[in-house]
């Protein structure tokens, strides 16, 4: 199994601030990387696919990169709407994998 | 519109079962595959199983092989999961989610396992 480890657990940031969330594998998934956000109540977003490619109508402001076992979620200017729980997936190998989850908070 | 609505969760003893349905509607069901995903309460997001568009390939999180079950019924735009042999930890939302990555999601349903 791949194991997904995201930094921090908790990131506390300004709004119009940037944000920089860490994903790391156990194992290179070949950039077979996803970004969720994630708000209380409500269905995970889809973001960022194929480590570095945003979803259909996701900001410009998201960001991925990274490849093999590091990868980078940045969010450039942080709006209000933005303040949610951030997940990584490995869609690489079975069983699927996601990290653990970064909470990005009102600084 | 796409929509996928979940139903079929609730309140459960340990040892019982349940069945977990997803509507989804507003894409074409059949040419995609299909994903469980599950939250348990004050957790991170866990992936449970997923099944292919025709059902050739079928995968389960270590956690729950042997007790759930997929399915789908793509005449019916519905995708299931059989849930068996419940214990407490399965306690969580449960999402349904199409593809790989999940673009999709539905909203979830609660199910508890609770004496």
């Known amino acids: 199994e791949i194991v997904m480890t995201q930094s921090p657990a908790t990131l506390s940031v300004s709004p119009g601030e940037r944000a920089t969330l860490s994903c790391r594998a156990s194992?290179?998934?070949?950039?077979?990387l996803a970004w969720y956000q994630h708000k209380p109540g409500q269905a995970p977003r889809l973001l960022i696919y194929?480590?570095?490619t945003r979803a259909t109508g996701i900001p410009a402001r998201f960001s991925g990169s990274g490849s093999a076992t590091e990868f980078t979620l940045t969010i450039s200017s942080l709006q209000s709407e933005d303040f949610a729980v951030y997940f990584c997936?490995?869609?690489?190998?079975?069983?699927?994998?996601f990290g653990q989850g970064t909470k990005v908070e009102v600084k | 519109e796409v929509q996928l609505v979940e139903s079929g969760g609730g309140l459960v003893k340990p040892g019982g079962s349940l069945r977990l349905s997803c509507a989804a509607s507003?894409?074409?069901?059949?040419?995609?595959?299909m994903n469980w995903v599950r939250q348990a309460p004050e957790k991170g997001l866990e992936w449970v199983s997923s099944?292919?568009?025709?059902?050739?390939?079928?995968y389960y999180a270590d956690s729950v092989k042997g007790r759930f079950t997929i399915s789908r019924d793509n005449a019916k735009n519905s995708l299931y999961l059989q849930m068996d042999s419940l214990r407490a930890e399965d306690t969580a939302v449960y999402y349904c989610?199409?593809?790989?990555?999940?673009?999709?999601w539905g909203q979830g349903t609660l199910v508890t396992v609770s004496s």
């Open positions: 099944i292919s568009p025709t059902t050739t390939y079928i």
């Open positions: 194929g480590a570095s």
């Open positions: 507003g894409f074409t069901f059949s040419t995609y595959s």
């Open positions: 989610a199409s593809g790989g990555p999940s673009d999709y």
């Open positions: 997936q490995q869609y690489y190998n079975w069983p699927r994998t």
């Open positions: 194992q290179s998934v070949n950039n077979y």
